[in-house]
């Protein structure tokens, strides 16, 4: 299943991106001049509470509060029915009003293809990507497993439905990655699908699951308490970060998967839409505002804390980068056998 695509499958284009810079010294409400929001803005995340969407949101909003970067309120509401079709369809429903904002998963192609729901991405207007989330396969902390080879050995050597994987969504990114371990190990994993990030870590550090494959930010409080032990990183080369997690390991220390001989490899984005049907003028307003957040010291602690692959992209780019990424999507999904009928 190894690709050099651009976009999910060893993101080479997403690498090549250079975060926007912006000064500390320049922040300062996002419009100084040119459209401004005129009543508060609802900053929809279409996924539950707990999971790296969530956190993330919420941790914008904290810091445009904080910061005063907006003179009106920005009020955070999860939508996540419909494996997040329930929020996509909202934002879709509200074209032209520039007072509504969505932060995306790759849920923005999975949904759609999986449940057939009258909803593409086109139908939004792209604002900016925020960075890309990392995938690491997780134990419990108490199982016999040091690396991803022992693990995925011991899954070979069992039986079909022997070992539970635990993830968000039903036929979304975490189980488009099970299938492709299911193909690899040669067996089925028993795929138990949770509603967000936090449930599936806290099932993990229960013990009623075998292995997740959560994001960094989803599972590092337990991993840092000692309840969770990570393998490996799906992606095509180690985290950047150097500083210790726990006592032994930080981000960087964990290999990937490619070097356990698992030839599997996903990031997926976090993101910025809007409705369709809106100004020039008031997407840069939003692409002026996510400039200041990261610009914050606040938000490079984020981005480290979380383990983020910290691209950057906006207009005829950004677009692009998630019309490839939606054909990747396609092949992975029909490979699968995950496409609606």
């Known amino acids: 299943m190894q690709t050099n695509t651009p976009g999910i499958l060893c993101s080479t284009l997403a ?18 001049a040119g459209w401004e929001p005129t009543k508060p803005v609802e900053f929809v995340i279409p996924a539950g509470t707990g999971g790296g969407a969530d956190q993330m949101a919420r941790f914008i909003q904290g810091m445009v509060t904080k910061h005063n970067l907006m003179k009106q309120p920005m009020v955070v509401v999860n939508k996540s029915g419909g494996a997040g079709g329930e929020g996509f369809l909202y934002v879709k429903e509200h074209k032209g009003d520039p007072h509504k904002i969505i932060i995306t998963l790759s849920n923005l192609f999975t949904t759609p293809l999986a449940t057939g729901i009258p909803f593409n991405w086109k139908e939004l207007t792209p604002v900016s990507m925020l960075a890309l989330d ?7 902390a108490e199982a016999p497993y040091k690396n991803a080879k022992e693990y995925l050995d011991a899954v070979k050597a069992g039986g079909d439905n022997q070992f539970k994987m635990a993830g968000t969504g039903s036929k979304q990114e975490d189980q488009i990655i099970t299938a492709a371990l299911d193909k690899f190990t040669g067996k089925k994993f028993t795929y138990v699908p949770f509603k967000g990030g936090g449930d599936v870590a806290v099932q993990l550090v229960g013990g009623h699951v075998n292995s997740s494959v959560n994001n960094p930010i989803e599972a590092v409080a337990h991993w840092r308490a000692g309840k969770l032990r990570p393998l490996c990183v799906f992606d095509n080369k180690r985290m950047p970060y150097k500083e210790k997690v726990t006592d032994t390991m930080s981000w960087g220390d964990i290999p990937t998967c490619m070097e356990s001989g698992v030839k599997v490899d996903y990031l997926m984005l976090r993101g910025i839409f809007m409705p369709g049907g809106v100004s020039q003028d008031q997407v840069n307003y939003y692409i002026n505002l996510f400039k200041q957040v990261r610009a914050l010291p606040e938000w490079k602690e984020f981005m480290e804390k979380g383990a983020f692959n910290q691209s950057f992209m906006t207009g005829k780019e950004y677009a692009g980068w998630v019309s490839k990424a939606e054909d990747t999507h396609k092949t992975l999904m029909k490979d699968a056998g995950f496409l609606a009928k």
């Open 15 to 32: 690498r090549t991106c250079v975060a926007a810079a912006a000064t500390l010294g320049l922040l300062a409400p996002a419009a100084a």
């Open 134 to 140: 990392e995938f690491v396969l997780w134990v419990n």
